[in-house]
């Protein structure tokens, strides 16, 4: 199954700050459903990846020429079934960038974080393995990267997102037939569902990511 790139946002950890260690704990990802009905299953992260290359950046920045952009390295570990990662931030003589994201971190006032995955596996939700066939199930997947972000994305990306989204709908709706709203069961199995025509939130999702990464 071919690889698809996502974005999905974490928290910070309350209390977790180290001011001597210059650390901070942030969940990166979780099994829960997110806003596009999606689950990255926990046992299916692979982080050897990010392992060789273990940096934090600033809102993504991660093409930036200005080599402040990054903050500092990080820890990641699977912690129950959360994935967690440990920032620790450069010192703000080499970064003053660093510093002041650690201070703000420290102050509670940035908190959320980003983390770009490569997908190798998923499915859409198995009704009799007690899954929500309406939610797909990221299974495999590579963590590429992540970042300490001030939004879940920055201003210009969610505007972008809603517009294109629109437009991505519009379009899609013209070419194909109406969605009734309802699903049937595919090939007679019970619990496995055939989706309507129609661009899926995730499809939309991975299309506006593709672009954004691109641009």
């Known amino acids: 199954m071919e690889s698809r790139e996502q974005i999905r946002f974490g928290q910070f950890r ?30 299916g992260w692979g982080l050897e990846r990010y392992q060789k290359n273990p940096i934090v950046t600033y809102q993504h920045n991660d093409w930036s020429g200005d080599p402040d952009q990054v903050l500092g390295t990080s820890e990641v570990r699977s912690e129950n079934n959360e994935l967690v990662a440990v920032v620790t931030f450069q010192n703000g003589e080499d970064n003053p960038l660093a510093e002041k994201v650690f201070r ?16 190798k596996e998923y499915h ?30 920055n201003p210009d990306a969610v505007a972008r997102n809603t517009k294109n989204l629109e437009v991505i709908r519009t379009a899609v ?42 641009k």
């Open 104 to 119: 703000k971190v420290r102050d509670g006032i940035l908190r959320g974080a980003s983390i770009r995955a490569d997908v």
């Open 14 to 43: 309350a209390d977790s700050v180290d001011v001597e260690k210059r650390t901070a704990v942030f969940v990166i990802s979780s099994e829960a459903v997110d806003t596009y009905d999606t689950v990255f299953v926990p046992g």
């Open 124 to 153: 859409w939700g198995d009704f009799d393995k007690g899954e929500n066939p309406d939610v797909l199930y990221f299974t495999r997947m590579d963590l590429l990267a992540w970042s300490i972000v001030t939004v879940p994305s």
């Open 173 to 214: 709706a013209k070419n194909t037939k109406a969605n009734t709203g309802q699903r049937t069961p595919d090939n007679g199995s019970k619990g496995v569902y055939a989706k309507n025509k129609t661009l899926s939130r995730f499809e939309a999702q991975y299309i506006l990511n593709k672009n954004l990464i691109e």
